[in-house]
Nanobody, 123 residues
Framework: VQLQASGGGLVQAGGSLRLSCTASGRTFSNYAVGWFRQAPGKERECVAAISASGGSTYYADSVKGRFIISRGNAVNTVSLQMNALKPEDTAVYYC?????????????????WGQGTQVTVSS
C-alpha cells in the first residue's frame, strides 16, 4: 500500500490550499482516511478524518470551520481543502489509511502513511 500526498506549498495568511492523497495497493473507499500534521518540535496531530462511506467526518477544533475533508471524484483520492490559513497551520501534512471504516483520528489507528507535504503559511 502506498499513499501519495501532494498540494502543499507556501501561501500567505488567509489564503487557501488543497491537499490531495492518492492511494495505490488498496481500495481507498473501503477505509477511513485521516489527515495529520506535524510542526517542528511538536507531536503529530490529527486535523481531519473521513469514514469509508464519506458520511462521517471529524475535525480538530483548531481547523473546524476552515478545513474540509472529502472523497474526490477520482477513485482512491481524498482531499483536504484548507481555507483561511494561519501561520500556526504551518507543518508537514500527512495522509494515512488503516483498517477501520469508521472515523478514527489517532496515529495508532493508521498503518499506512504518505510521505508528507510541506505547508507553510506566512504572516
Amino acid at each position: 500500500v502506498q499513499l501519495q500526498a501532494s498540494g502543499g506549498g507556501l501561501v500567505q495568511a488567509g489564503g487557501s490550499l488543497r491537499l490531495s492523497c492518492t492511494a495505490s495497493g488498496r481500495t481507498f473507499s473501503n477505509y477511513a482516511v485521516g489527515w495529520f500534521r506535524q510542526a517542528p518540535g511538536k507531536e503529530r496531530e490529527c486535523v481531519a478524518a473521513i469514514s469509508a462511506s464519506g458520511g462521517s467526518t471529524y475535525y480538530a477544533d483548531s481547523v473546524k470551520g476552515r478545513f474540509i475533508i472529502s472523497r474526490g471524484n477520482a477513485v482512491n483520492t481524498v482531499s483536504l481543502q484548507m481555507n483561511a490559513l494561519k501561520p500556526e497551520d504551518t507543518a508537514v501534512y500527512y495522509c494515512a489509511s488503516g483498517g477501520y471504516s469508521v472515523v478514527v483520528c489517532t496515529t495508532s489507528r493508521y498503518a499506512y502513511w504518505g510521505q508528507g507535504t510541506q505547508v507553510t503559511v506566512s504572516s
